[in-house]
């Protein structure tokens, strides 16, 4: 497949007026360093100490092509393990299964087992391979994906693709969730700039206890606008729920989909709209530090609300 990492065209076109902060994919197709990037000598070059330990899993499910297609591309960076959910567990954030036993399953092919499965939340299958199936020294990064569907701005709240990658936050493990919108759900272009993204992250050593969420538009390259950085944010699109007729005495709510237009200036949603593949970091701590120092100020005590020395 021709990628055409090299080229300027699918990186720099239309980002100008979308008043957030664009990543030069040249500099990634180059492998050069952009500005502000740590010296050589102030990053980590996990390279050089010995393979590179990748943990894939994702949401969809280990008979998704997105998670197949994202591991063969992650084979060319890294020591690749799968572990994902045997079905499908979309919208399970990070939820997890305590006190229940997890069985795992190898999934083969003709070439031999390439992955495991466990029937279990995504962040659950996360959680038994990392403190399972963890190489000597731990994984080295946590790749979540690819999503059929979006998670842009408010979705990643909900969604078991960024929640498998914040289990690996939680472990201390940098992690990547990875997302493709639209309607064409071919899997092959994500997969392989998720790979090279993958190959730029060995280099600089990323921070632990961040989840970058990354989401492609389209399936096709010679579609996308651009890519940008931006403040999770948003919706495109709204889930609720409507009544419909009754069954009985049962009330029955059919699940919703409605057009949502709330794209704030900066968001990853607003960019994703504009055609950009999307990256936004994300903190496992989730922490307003604002609201921290204001509760702080207010000096409560144990005996609110009632008068002192009463």
């Known amino acids: 497949m021709q990628t055409g990492f090299g080229g300027r065209k699918a990186f720099m076109s239309r980002p100008d007026r979308m008043g957030i902060a664009v ?12 500005a502000g990037s740590p010296a050589p000598s102030e990053t980590a070059q996990a390279g ?10 994702n949401d969809d499910g280990i008979g998704s092509p997105g998670i197949q297609l994202l591991a063969e591309a992650l084979r060319d960076v890294g020591e690749v393990t799968v572990v994902a959910p045997c079905g499908q567990r979309s ?24 992955g495991h499965c466990v029937d279990a939340t995504p962040a659950d ?20 994906g690819i999503n059929a569907g979006a998670n842009t701005g408010d979705f990643g709240h ?22 493709l919108g639209g309607q064409e759900m071919d899997f092959g272009y994500p997969a392989a700039f998720t790979a090279r993204f993958v190959e730029q992250l060995r280099e600089r050593a990323p921070r632990p206890g961040v989840v970058l969420s990354v989401n492609f538009p389209v399936a096709r390259e010679d579609a996308v ?24 005495e049962v009330r029955v709510f059919r699940p919703s ?16 709209v504009g055609g950009m593949i999307t990256i936004a970091p994300l903190r496992f701590d989730r922490t307003d530090e604002d609201m921290l120092r204001e509760l702080a100020s207010w000096e409560l005590d144990h005996r609110l609300g009632v008068p002192p020395g009463s």
């Open 23 to 34: 990543v030069s994919l040249l500099a990634l197709s180059l492998g050069c360093e952009p």
């Open 48 to 57: 050089d100490s010995g393979p590179y330990h990748i943990l894939v899993t």
């Open 91 to 114: 919208g399970a954030s990070m939820s997890v299964q305590l006190g229940r036993e997890k069985r795992l399953m190898p999934i083969s092919d003709e070439n031999g087992t390439w």
């Open 125 to 144: 299958a996360a959680m038994l391979a990392l403190e399972g199936l963890a190489p000597e020294g731990g994984f080295d990064l946590v790749v979540s």
């Open 158 to 179: 909900m969604s078991g693709t960024v929640g498998a990658a914040m289990m690996g936050a939680y472990y201390g493990v940098p992690a990547v969730a990875v997302s």
């Open 225 to 248: 606008a651009g890519v940008a950085v931006g403040r999770m944010g948003g919706s495109y699109v709204r889930y609720g729920y409507e009544e419909v007729e009754p069954e009985g």
């Open 257 to 272: 989909v409605t057009p949502a237009d709330t794209h704030p200036p900066g968001s990853d949603t607003e960019a994703f």
